[in-house]
């Protein structure tokens, strides 16, 4: 059904760990031209997933013809962990007929001079299509994803939602507290952007829940770049840039605050 070795283990570890911090199980396409797509939203359906590994993230890629099944991703993910620096990992999908049934393994071979395999069994589950929203971005503003981490993880340390807010001169994050003086601010001025884009003279800003974005920061690790864009009470994009042919972004949606 499908074959292929991953050219950067640590870049594809790093996203499934981050993936595996807001959904149990995920669906999982492939096709022969396309790769490997995930497409998920959290339990809450606060967040949205999509992970695409392309062809070329792959040292060798054979996929004769497209499917589509479930991936427990606690599994998965302890499997991943496992790997060590020098290994290469190699995924194998194939069906199993055990009597009238028919079953769909994962396999996963790390290869060294010592090779390691590990079978999960597929889940036959369904899940309902989920479609990309078409969303109209105020600003758009890269990072160092280090930056923007560290930022969130201050955050934290405050409350439990953020401010977002791009100006002309620069992206601010921000977290207060309501009843005392306790607050937090980071700025990122656009001479420290690789990218910065706005849209008119308003101040472009929402709030978030930072529990959600603690985990969405976490492929940054392995990214080279992220890619944030927001606008006015609709979702934030997080899209983060890997040297691979891989790509990660998170829709998250906003935080309406309570009169």
Do not use: W
């Amino acid at each position: 059904m499908f074959k292929g070795t991953i050219k950067d283990l640590k870049v594809f570890r790093g996203c499934i760990e981050g993936i595996s911090e807001l959904t149990d199980e995920v669906p999982v396409k492939v096709d022969p031209k396309e790769g490997l797509r995930i497409l998920a939203m959290d339990p809450a359906h606060v967040a949205l997933i999509d992970f695409k590994v392309q062809p070329d993230a792959f040292k060798d890629y054979s996929c004769k013809e497209g499917f589509n099944t479930t991936l427990d991703m606690e599994k998965f993910k302890s499997r991943l962990q496992s790997a060590k620096k020098t290994e290469e990992l190699s995924l194998h999908i194939y069906s199993l007929q055990e009597g009238k049934k028919e079953k769909h393994i994962i396999e996963l071979t790390f290869l060294e001079e010592i090779k390691r395999k590990f079978k999960i069994e597929l889940i036959e589950d369904s899940f309902d299509e989920i479609k990309v929203p078409d969303l109209d971005f105020k600003a758009v503003v890269e990072i160092n994803p280090q930056v923007f981490s560290d930022a969130i993880e201050d955050a934290l340390l405050v409350q439990d939602h953020v401010y977002i807010k791009v100006t002309d001169e620069a992206l601010i994050i921000s977290a207060k507290s309501k009843d005392i003086e306790d607050n937090m601010e980071t700025t990122i001025y656009k001479e420290a952007c690789t990218k910065f884009e706005k849209k008119g003279k308003k101040d472009v800003i929402s709030m978030f829940a930072t529990e959600y974005l603690q985990d969405i920061v976490k492929p940054g690790e392995v990214a080279d770049s992220v890619i944030i864009s927001i606008g006015d009470t609709i979702p934030i994009k997080v899209e983060y840039k890997f040297s691979q042919a891989i790509s990660l972004i998170y829709l998250l949606a906003p935080r309406i605050e309570s009169e």
